[in-house]
């Protein structure tokens, strides 16, 4: 009996996936609930795992290609368990098959090989390496599509006259619409790129189009202004190093900053509930929640779990809750649950070395605070120079809807907070 394997339910506001890889071939034994496929979203990455236990005898969706929920991947059969033995045959025959398919290959070759001049010579007026610098010059600062400019010159290449009268007459501009779901190349006609052996295409995965579709969108959407402050480490640090061997064998995780960080945030959340929220609309939503985001570095791009209800967390909750979350994303295990929603986000670039930058929002939230590198320098305290181990703070807002009255607020709220730890025990 054949048994399909079929798209599942992605999750919220998702119908496509690109198959990414496939863990069996055809003709591989097996188990109910093993892991047969990779489906990569634009959220996040899942296993599609085997409905019943046999053979998997055909796979219909072939790496890197897209499909939609509920499309047909590939079968089962549940009454076939010989795959294995059927492996040595296969090499048997193929082997012997060999030599008298070496010269059926041959043929088709050649063959191939006849219409590719053609094939050169009626796109030649298309080609970037046909044309002169002058005219590519032209063609670029007139924002100008060659495909639309009819050629004249020897073996139907575009000359300087050509360029000109297509100017003139404003019939070849180059149309570039919207951006399409991957934010990183115009939908309209791109032109004509040089190949080059010193350069490697690679498309794009669905990560990292969502990301750049993300943040063009901020950009377009959000009035964004960011505004710096810098926050003295000294207190945080030595009440980190005094606890962090005890909390450590008490809570079974490292005791790190970002626990500070979020406690600081929320109570300066609480307080400018602006930064919290979000627009709809003509409306503000007020969030009466805390769903703070951490974004996580990934080999596949940069990824926001949420840490759910963060005001309800001990310190202790929040270390465990980001660490899992963290390892979820780097092994490329996290749920779409665990990527949607969030209220405010938090970004660490310090752990690069990124000793300032302007964080991007995470629309449609309207804050998000970077962190950076602990730099030693020379502080003014009282009437004397010191070192102090400070920290550059940014918080990116949209001006729509916080003023600059509270964002300044919010960063001052988090400063006095790190600077002095004990306002976090004592909720002031």
């Known amino acids: 009996m054949a048994t399909e394997i079929k798209v599942p339910t992605l999750g919220e506001s998702v119908s496509e996936a690109t198959v990414a890889k496939w863990m069996k071939s055809p003709g591989d034994a097996v188990a109910a609930d093993e892991p047969l496929v990779e489906l990569e979203t634009d959220k996040v990455t899942l296993e599609v795992n085997a409905p019943a236990a046999g053979v998997l005898t055909e796979i219909l969706a072939k790496e890197g290609s897209e499909v939609e929920v509920g499309a047909l991947l590939g079968s089962i059969d549940e009454s076939a368990t010989a795959a294995p033995k059927k492996e040595e045959p296969k090499k048997e025959a193929a082997k012997s098959e060999a030599p008298k398919e070496e010269p059926k290959k041959e043929e088709p070759k050649k063959e191939a090989a006849k219409p590719a001049p053609a094939a050169a010579a009626s796109s030649g007026s298309h080609d970037l390496k046909t044309m002169s610098p002058a005219v590519r010059k032209l063609v670029d600062e007139n924002n100008l599509d060659p495909t639309k ?100 064998k008490k809570h079974g995780v490292k005791l790190g900053f970002m626990s500070f960080f979020v406690k600081a945030c929320i109570a300066a959340l609480q307080e400018l509930p602006a930064v919290n929220a979000e627009i709809y609309g003509d409306e503000i939503v007020y969030k009466n929640f805390f769903d703070v985001g951490v974004a996580v570095g990934t080999p596949s791009g940069l990824v926001v779990p949420i840490l759910r209800d963060a005001d309800q ?74 070192i102090r181990p400070m920290m550059y703070l940014a918080l990116s807002y949209d ?24 306002r976090l025990l004592l909720d002031l």
């Open 399 to 422: 001006h729509r809807i916080v003023d600059g009255r509270e964002a300044v607020t919010f960063l001052v709220k988090v400063k006095d907070a790190i600077e002095d730890p004990r």
């Open 149 to 248: 400019i009819k050629p004249t010159g020897k073996d139907g290449r575009l000359v300087k006259e050509d360029v000109q009268k297509a100017i003139e007459a404003g019939t070849a501009k180059r149309s570039f619409s919207a951006a399409p779901a991957g934010g990183a190349a115009p939908s309209g006609p791109l032109p004509p790129r040089p190949e080059d052996p010193r350069e490697e295409r690679v498309k794009m995965t669905r990560l990292r189009q969502a990301i750049a579709r993300r943040l063009k969108e901020a950009q377009n959407t959000a009035a964004m202004l960011t505004t710096f402050n810098e926050v003295d480490m000294t207190n945080v640090m030595a009440l980190r190093n005094e606890y962090k061997d005890g909390f450590e």
């Open 313 to 386: 967390l001990s310190f202790a909750g929040v270390e465990k809750g980001i660490y899992d979350l963290g390892v979820k994303a780097r092994d490329g295990k996290l749920s779409l649950a665990e990527m949607q929603g969030g209220t405010f986000t938090i970004s660490n670039g310090g752990v690069y070395g990124s000793l300032m930058s302007t964080p991007i929002l995470n629309p449609p939230q309207s804050g998000i605070l970077g962190m950076h590198k602990i730099q030693p320098r020379p502080m003014a305290v009282g009437n004397s120079v010191e």
